[in-house]
């Protein structure tokens, strides 16, 4: 159970085929809500699914290499890193077995950060509002590096509101854009069925005709991108077609993969000029918002983490293999500031119990 201002406690109940899945996977799944302001961490400690919430405003995109984790959010992108051997003495001996740290944050102006994803070149990231692809610059509050090709300005305009991005061996493969207008939020006259996946490389429109598209993920050589407005897993054939995976009661967001599994991100849609009239609210009376476990070989859901109250909107999804019991601290943690973890050791220093500085 979690809470933040403004929000009823979120509250979330996994099935026994969720709980199953955690169990087997060996690792830690991490969820972005914008909509309920948290970075969940669900994992396994040994007897039953953990719920780990962590409050941020309004976070976004996320993505994992190594032992590190970028999260987008209102004021920027955070950077944190794991230090297992902290993790460990954390609270209790072998409560956890992970444990990222804040160890920078870039502020950015308000350019409505989707994707992250790392790359060979640095951490690229969606820049929806100039409708471009950027890196994280130490110089620069943007560095643009690609638009499509039918965007003449990187304005910052949401001109097709570009959200999407694949990687594909450390660089830019696809992207998945809600229009293909120049002009300014003329994506918004298509929303039904005007979303595209667009090739990085070529500037080809890859598929058109989607409504709301989102999430593309280049997995075992092959394409894959939510339908999200149809609530579709779609997979990308090299003959152009894309072949219906699953269809599911929600709104898509958020996708990632684990072995033969794809884990797939449900929302609840708003009732507003920009979400409503999809076509899944047509097909399923009742959205729902969850996580949901499908085998890739069957297109069958094998499992479910449902939310009950408090979230009803997912935006991305990443699996931090090799932990089942991750923590995370934020900003708000005071703990960041006993932490040191050098190259060649690990401490925790003592709490501190008077803050008021010392007599002149």
């Not at 040994?46 to 719920?51: A, D, E, L, P, T």
């Not at 989102?214 to 075992?220: C, F, I, Q």
């Not at 897993?233 to 898509?252: F, I, M, N, T, W």
């Amino acid at each position: 159970m979690a809470s933040a201002a403004a929000h009823p406690p979120v509250q979330c109940v996994p099935d026994a085929g969720f709980a199953a899945w955690v169990a087997a996977s060996g690792g830690t799944l991490a969820i972005s809500t914008y909509q309920a302001g948290f970075l969940f961490l669900v994992g396994w400690n040994g007897r039953q699914v953990s719920f780990l919430p962590r409050s941020f405003a309004t976070p976004t995109g996320l993505d994992t290499q190594g032992r590190r984790l970028a999260l987008a959010t209102r004021g920027g992108i955070s950077l944190f890193a794991d230090s297992p051997e902290l993790a460990y003495e954390y609270r209790e001996p072998g409560r956890y077995d992970a444990l990222y740290l804040p160890r920078a944050t870039y502020h950015l102006p308000k350019l409505s950060v989707h994707d992250l994803a790392f790359g060979d070149e640095g951490l690229w990231w969606v820049n929806t509002r100039m409708s471009c692809l950027s890196l994280l610059s130490q110089d620069f509050s943007v560095e643009p590096r690609w638009s499509p090709p039918f965007i003449s300005d990187s304005a910052p305009e949401d001109r097709c509101h570009l959200n999407g991005l694949a990687v594909r061996n450390g660089k830019p493969c696809a992207v998945t854009a809600l229009g293909t207008g120049d002009a300014p939020a003329s994506w918004r006259e298509s929303r039904r069925d005007g979303g595209v996946v667009i090739d990085v490389d070529s500037g080809a429109i890859l598929l058109r005709g989607l409504a709301m598209p989102h999430s593309p993920r280049h997995y075992r050589d092959t394409l894959w991108v939510l339908n999200s407005g149809a609530g579709q897993l779609l997979k990308l054939g090299s003959d152009g077609r894309a072949e219906v995976v699953c269809e599911l009661p929600g709104y898509l967001r958020g996708l990632c993969f684990v072995g033969d599994h794809a884990l797939i991100g449900l929302c609840q849609i708003r009732e507003s000029n920009v979400f409503g009239g999809m076509p899944v609210q047509e097909k399923y009376p009742q959205l729902q918002c969850a996580i949901a476990v499908v085998d890739l070989r069957s297109g069958r859901s094998v499992g479910w983490l449902r939310f009950t109250s408090g979230c009803t909107e997912i935006y991305d999804l990443r699996f931090l293999p090799g932990v089942q019991r991750a923590n995370l601290l934020n900003l708000d943690k005071p703990d960041i500031h006993r932490a040191i973890h050098a190259p060649d050791a690990s401490f925790w220093m003592p709490e501190e119990t008077d803050e008021s500085p010392p007599a002149a």
